[in-house]
């Protein structure tokens, strides 16, 4: 069991560029979220899924946030035409459910300049 | 909708001394809730769980939690404090009808005194 993985752990980019973060979780965990956490705050629920249904999404999820999962494996998080406010750190989970305790990874940094 | 209400923002206690930090939750039915502890640079930790069942709920590293329904609370002590527990603490609950999402509290951050 090598835990949850993300992949870039820091990203910094200009804003309006477009960015994609993965996320690989625990194999044979059928459930996968992301959330966001901006400093000083708790982590916000932004979407998630089961195998590779995407079953939630936050109202936070904008239209410029698109997240995949196929094959119920791995998952991928694209932000387009970034702004500074998606400055965060973007955090996976991955929980084998129902109820299921939730995994974390280790984040993806974001920086917009 | 569910909440989640951590009063103390900063919390500094020395070392060997006891601790408990405080958790109140809103939410309609019977709760699934967290503790996680997130030590700076790092991600987020489980350090316990309450489904159902005993009300009090051992965790790892020496922590415990005790449910009480009736305050809507869900408060982590620990007996005597580690230099080595200072980090952030956050407590969560998970929404039953959500695939379990949590909703995690503003944090509080815990200092230790040598």
């Known amino acids: 069991d090598t835990g949850v993985s993300q992949d870039p752990r820091h990203k910094i980019t200009k804003r309006g560029q477009n960015v994609t973060f993965r996320c690989d979780p625990i194999s044979e965990h059928n459930r996968l979220y992301w959330y966001r956490q901006t400093l000083g705050q708790g982590p916000e629920f932004l979407t998630y899924?089961?195998?590779?249904?995407?079953?939630?999404k936050s109202r936070l999820l904008s239209d410029r946030f698109s997240a995949e999962r196929p094959k119920g494996s791995f998952s991928t998080l694209e932000i387009q035409r970034t702004e500074q406010g998606d400055s965060a750190m973007y955090l996976c989970a991955s929980s084998i459910g129902p109820p299921g305790e939730q995994f974390f990874g280790p984040g993806t940094r974001l920086t917009v300049l | 909708a569910q909440s989640v209400t951590q009063p103390d923002i900063h919390i500094t206690v020395s070392e060997g001394a006891s601790l408990e930090l405080r958790c109140n939750y809103s939410?309609?039915?019977?709760?699934?809730l967290f503790w996680y502890v997130q030590s700076p640079g790092q991600g987020l930790q489980l350090l316990l769980k309450y489904f159902s069942g005993d009300t009090l709920v051992q965790g790892i590293k020496g922590f415990e939690a005790e449910f009480k329904r009736s305050q809507s609370s869900f408060n982590l002590r620990k007996p005597s404090v580690h230099w080595s527990d200072a980090a952030e603490y956050f407590c969560?609950?998970?929404?039953?009808?959500?695939?379990?999402?949590?909703?995690f509290g503003g944090g509080t951050r815990l200092m230790v005194k040598p």
């Open positions: 969560a609950v998970g929404d039953n009808n959500a695939g379990n999402m949590l909703t």
């Open positions: 939410y309609g039915a019977t709760p699934y």
């Open positions: 899924f089961q195998n590779e249904a995407q079953l939630e």
